[in-house]
Structure formats: structure tokens, C-alpha cells
């Protein structure tokens, strides 16, 4: 099979997949589901290439990976999360230098309501800018700056406070 040229349309769809990967599972907040989020993008971005203007392919590409994620919670589809620690025999490919910082990580991340989750991955960790974010969601430019600054601050505080050690003298 002939690998598309990076100009070409699957090229470029080709070219955002990590991208595209790292924001379904921050949306789905499992691997699994993020990956299906991801399969389901794909396919409907290919049969709608028709319809796609020739301007932003990252935010129209996006925008349609947001309206499945979306329409899945309306339907109700979406199966219902999976504890850590049920999954903690599961094997890790990388381990962090302080095993508990992925850990208490994700709880702070998962902790956050979608909207603002979905807010911080795409400015923080993709690097969007944030009209960008704003027209891929659907939501105004302000309203992007008070999620991005809720998140932050959420993500913070919640690390902040599993950093706490209490100290006893001894007797």
C-alpha cells in the first residue's frame, strides 16, 4: 500500500493523528474509548472530505472529534468508567521518576468537569492557540480563558493538596 504524500489530504490527516489521539482519550479518559473516539473521527473526517473547505483541517478535524464525543454522552453510549485500581495489573510502558506523580496527575485531571478538561488539553498539552480552541468547541474566546484559568487552578490546588504531609513529634 502507497503511503500518501504530506501535502495530500490523508497526509495531513496522517500528520495530526498523536495530536488527534491525545485529546480523544483526554475527552474519553481511557485508552480504549479514546481510541474508538479517534477510529470514529477518522472515518467520518475521510467520507465528509467533500465538505471540508481547504482552510483549517486541525479545527474542522477537531471540531468533529468534540460534536461524536458530544453526541456519544448524549446517547448515553459511552460505558461507564474504569477504576485505577481495577486496572492496576495492567503493565506501564514508561514510569515516571515519582511513581505516585501520574497517579495523583490523572486524579487531578480527572477531577476537572469536561469542558474545562478539554480546555486545558487542547491549550496546555496540544498547543492551541486560543481562537483556535474557541471555534473548534464552539464557544467564545472568554469563555476559553475563564475554563483554561478554572483548570489550572483546580489542577494546582489538587496537587497541591496531595502534597501535604502531616508531621507528628515524637513522644
Known sequence: MKTP???SFEGQILALL???RRYSRSLTRSD??????????????????AQWRGLNLRGWTLTIM???YRNSLRQNVRAPLVELDVAESVASTESPADPLE???????????????????????IEGYSYQEVATALDIPIGTV?????RARQQV???L?????????RPK
Do not use: F, H, W, Y
Open 5 to 7: 504524500g504530506p501535502d
Open 160 to 168: 497541591k493538596a496531595d502534597n501535604i504531609i502531616t508531621l507528628r
Open 156 to 158: 494546582a490546588e489538587r
Open 66 to 68: 468534540t460534536n461524536i
Open 102 to 124: 501520574r497517579s495523583r496527575l490523572e486524579d487531578a485531571l480527572n477531577s476537572l468537569s469536561e469542558d474545562n478538561r478539554a480546555v486545558l488539553m487542547l491549550v496546555v
Open 145 to 149: 480563558m475563564s475554563r483554561l484559568s
Open 32 to 49: 480504549s474509548d479514546g481510541e474508538d473516539l479517534l477510529q470514529d473521527c477518522v472515518e467520518k473526517v475521510l467520507s465528509r472530505r
Open 18 to 20: 498523536p495530536s488527534l
